[in-house]
């Protein structure tokens, strides 16, 4: 395994399946190969809203049990910046998988009809996020989708969550000490202030 250092905090950004959560894996898996007192620890924020995104998140539990079997998982699609909180430990390493889910889960609740507007999203929404990662006590290593890469979407609700994951990407990589873009399963440091 290729040993790679860890930061106080990481933002891992990429597209789809470019290696995102494989690189906060090893992280985790490496942390936990280091210390027989070190712990670590997955906060997921998707929601199994259809059956796809139930075998998904089955086959994500799946793998990632083979994967970093000593990593333990607590599912929290909306209280992250709480949930970041409670986990955070000094020889706890946490890992946010992902922050596109969990802001998809602020802006656009399954729940509500399609006649109801997107919900805003700013950086003073995101300052509980924000001071949660500055204050953890632990390592943590949060993962997140760069998707304004591409086109301008069609709508205003999508060009709307664009924007706002935009804006979340830049304040949480203005947080972290460092901030990896991945693409084709290889990692480009974008930031590493440590």
Not at 24 to 46: C, F, G, K, M, S
Not at 156 to 163: G, L
Request: hydrophobic residues 45%; contains cysteine; charged residues 20%.
């Amino acid at each position: 395994m290729n040993i790679m250092t860890i930061a106080k905090s990481e933002l891992i950004l990429g597209g789809q399946k470019s290696g995102k959560s494989c690189r906060a894996e090893l992280l985790a898996r490496q942390w936990l190969d280091q210390n027989p007192a070190h712990r670590a620890v997955l906060i997921a924020t998707a929601q199994p809203w259809d059956e796809e995104m139930r075998q998904r998140i089955a086959r994500h539990q799946a793998d990632r049990a083979e994967r970093v079997p000593g990593m333990t998982t607590v599912e929290e699609p909306l209280a992250l910046a709480e949930a970041i909180r409670q986990h955070s430990h000094p020889y706890t390493l946490v890992v946010v998988d992902c922050l596109t889910l969990w802001l998809t889960n602020l802006l656009m609740p399954a729940e509500i009809t399609t006649n109801m507007p997107l919900q805003p999203m700013d950086s003073a929404g995101a300052a509980p996020l924000l001071i949660a990662i500055q204050n953890a006590s632990g390592p943590i290593v949060l993962v997140g989708n760069e998707i304004g890469l591409g086109v301008i979407p069609l709508g205003r609700e999508v060009r709307a969550f664009v924007d706002a994951l935009g804006r979340l990407n830049q304040d949480v990589a203005a947080a972290c000490q460092r901030v990896t873009l991945m693409a084709a399963g290889l990692p480009l440091t974008l930031k590493d202030t440590q």
